[in-house]
């Protein structure tokens, strides 16, 4: 590929709900392009973005891909992203190092969940975008149907500058309302309009020029006064209009006919700035603690952000990155500001799907990948070290679900950890956390999709094999009423004895508080150096209460009575003697049962709020309030943690994707009764099935 200079580039990602087409698109644009010889089809796995095992079995994208392709000059760094909400984590790489954006629609769904939060990311950017409204040759496509989902939702901003020429199976092309030609697959040079599309071409034309001239007071004057624009004026405000957000241009096609995709392509390269024209970026300075702005020129000092990492067993990281200021160049040294090390750097390289092309250099605004850094990771920023600028990161969302992940042989165990964690480096909206009170290891992701591609990766990746299951809940036992118990251990052999004789008193204490140990003996009825040994037998005997053997809390015991043998005392007596008074005394104190309680946060779009509170009734749920804004509500409740294990796939599944959730411990509460004896049963036909194993 030929050197381009920074205003050459065009930073462009591709986004929307999952099906829409985006790789389909992808896929047209690089053959129209004349980067590949034949269109790929996701169904058959051989588009280019679609490399990945998982998404050639799947057929669906389940990682951001790099697209670089020239179009009359001008070096395009498309990147294709998934439209699965399991996978956002991908679309957030992407949208950070973008410079706008082309939403793809389909014809016949119109807006959908996944355009909404595409929508909404790109809002929080400031990015300007372009709508693509695919699948116009499908049964029940419906263009303008679809233009008023797009206007209802995201405003009358969203303006055509094409109208289809017939649509489904009568599609032919589209008219440039700009340019006033008629482009279809056999004419890509364009032609003279279809006669009866005259008047629907003159409304719509006038509704684009009222809206772009409005970005340019000049050419508002001259339409104020009557003079016709010409179609260069009217490009020239498009192009404003689309850089300042007051313009979304919509266009239309079918990625899978490749039809009007190289008018798509002439637009992007026209109205999306390049990574010279938004100015500075910010960095910080962390040592002098000031942000500094940074020209996007190749001049400036070197700075670059780390968008993505893959981790692979046999070259070992693979990051991607974009230049925003400077240059990098293959075979030098950079500096990790973010984590203060010093990195190598090998052969750079440009990627286009799974293939790579080596290159001397990589220039502020440009796009590539390198291969085999030590220390650095997603979200990292690459710079000189006698100017450590820190570029704004990249935030990802915390996960909404989680598995337990249990290897399937001693040798899956022992390569376990590292493999979980190379993979959580590669994918940054994965986390891993182990559980103390169920001794399981678990892992986060957005959806079960999302754990079900970790696992497979294990295994391809990495050669482990996991079982996933859902996690264990860490109920804990505790005493509801004051007891006293006694235990003495005698145990004569011929030689030494053993003998430790203990009383105490056992008291439950207020949720939250723990585990309390005091000893009220007088006369030396145990002698002090025996209490310590008392203590480390009860703490043993918390590790497993009497109902199902889970942990015991919220329990004061006092040690207030006991007796001992000069000759045959020892600590190991007065543990056990602990250990067995405790179980005595718990046994004895009303024992229950409890479970954690979350707090939990819900919002929703205002439609699905009842469906949302009848839910998390069902649930044994109690809502502590509720807050609406911008038609979306706010539900905080208290609910059973073993009631939230799946609530991330079953909230996604009652509110079509929309809803979302945030949820974090808050206390224990006493399990009812009846669902008490069910835990107790199934703790102990577990028991059995274990020992049976073993």
């Known amino acids: 590929m030929k050197a381009y200079r920074t205003d050459e580039i065009r930073n462009v990602g591709l986004f929307g709900h999952g099906g829409s087409g985006k790789t389909s698109l992808a896929e047209a644009i690089l053959f129209t392009a004349g980067v590949i010889n034949r269109l790929g089809k996701v169904e058959e796995g051989t588009t280019t973005s679609d490399y990945d095992p998982d998404e050639v079995r799947r057929r669906i994208s389940v990682n951001l891909s790099m697209l670089p392709f020239d179009w009359h000059g001008i070096k395009v760094n498309l990147i294709d992203t998934p439209g699965y909400f399991d996978f956002i984590g991908e679309a957030i790489s992407a949208m950070r190092v973008v410079d706008g954006a082309v939403v793809v629609v389909d014809a016949v769904a119109g807006v959908e969940v996944g355009t909404e939060m595409v929508w909404k990311m790109a809002d929080e950017r400031n990015l300007p975008r372009v709508v693509f409204v695919n699948k116009i040759d499908r049964e029940n496509a419906d263009f ?5 989902s797009l206007t209802a939702k995201f405003g009358r901003r969203c303006i055509p500058v094409q109208i289809p020429v017939g649509g489904q199976a009568d599609f032919r092309g589209v008219v440039d309302l700009v340019t006033l030609r008629a482009y279809d697959g056999e004419n890509p040079a364009g032609g003279p309009v279809p006669a009866e599309l005259s008047a629907q071409i003159e409304e719509y034309r006038e509704k684009l020029v009222e809206a772009v001239v409005e970005a340019d007071d000049d050419l508002l004057n001259k339409y104020l006064e009557g003079e016709e624009l010409t179609g260069e004026e009217i490009e020239r405000a498009l192009t404003t209009a689309v850089r300042s957000g007051q313009v979304v241009p919509v266009l239309v096609g079918s990625a899978l006919l490749n039809r009007a995709v190289g008018p798509l392509v002439d637009l992007i390269v026209k109205v999306m700035p390049s990574p010279a024209d938004p100015g500075p970026v910010r960095a910080h300075n962390p040592l002098t603690g000031e942000d500094e702005a940074l020209d996007p020129l190749p001049t400036s000092p070197f700075t670059a952000l780390v968008f993505k990492t893959t981790a692979d067993p046999y070259v070992g990281r693979l990051n991607y990155f974009r230049v925003y200021s400077g240059v990098l160049r293959s075979d030098s040294h950079v500096w990790n500001a973010t984590k203060g090390r010093d990195e190598r750097i090998g052969q750079v390289f440009f990627l286009r799907g799974k293939h790579q092309e080596p290159t001397a250099e990589v220039v502020a605004g440009d796009i590539a990948a390198v291969a085999k850094l030590a220390e650095t990771s997603t979200g990292d920023t690459l710079a000189t070290k006698d100017r450590p600028l820190v570029l704004p990161g990249i935030r990802f ?28 480096e590669e994918d940054p909206t994965l986390r891993i956390r182990r559980e103390p009170d169920t001794n399981e290891i678990l892992l986060g992701g957005m959806g079960e999709s999302h754990i079900d591609v970790a696992v497979d990766k294990l295994k391809r990746k990495f050669g482990v094999e996991v079982r996933t299951e859902l996690p264990k809940v860490p109920y804990k036992e505790t005493i509801t009423r004051p007891v006293k118990a006694e235990h003495k251990h005698k145990k004569q052999t011929g030689g030494r004895g053993q003998y430790g004789h203990v009383f105490l008193e056992l008291e439950p204490l207020p949720r939250g508080s723990g585990f309390e140990f005091q000893e009220r003996i007088f006369g030396g009825a145990v002698p002090k150096e025996y209490i310590p040994a008392v203590e480390k037998g009860v703490r043993a005997a918390l590790q497993e209460g009497v109902l199902a053997r889970f942990p015991v809390v919220d329990v004061r015991v006092t040690l207030y009575d006991g007796s001992y043998h000069p000759v045959d005392s020892s600590d190991i007596s007065f543990q056990i003697a602990g250990r067995e008074a405790f179980k005595k005394g718990m046994a004895q104190a009303s024992p229950v049962l409890l479970e954690p ?3 939990v946060r819900v919002t929703v779009p205002d439609e699905y709020t009842g469906d949302v509170m009848g839910d998390l009734n069902t649930r044994r749920g109690r809502v502590l309030g509720m807050a609406s804004a911008d038609g979306r509500t706010t539900i905080e409740a208290l609910v059973p943690y073993a009631e939230m294990r799946r609530y991330a796939t079953e909230l996604r599944s009652m509110t079509q994707a929309r809803g979302s959730f945030e949820m974090e411990f808050s206390h224990y509460e006493e399990v009812p009764p009846h669902l008490a004896q069910q835990i107790i049963a199934e703790a102990a036909k577990a028991r059995v099935e274990r020992e049976a194993e073993d």
Request: proline share 11%.
């Open 144 to 148: 303008w149907r679809a233009l008023d």
């Open 597 to 599: 309680i979350m707090r």
């Open 397 to 424: 969302p915390e996960p909404s679900f989680y598995a337990a992940v249990h290897p399937k042989t001693q040798a899956d165990l022992d390569k376990l950890g590292p493999a979980l964690t190379r993979l959580v």
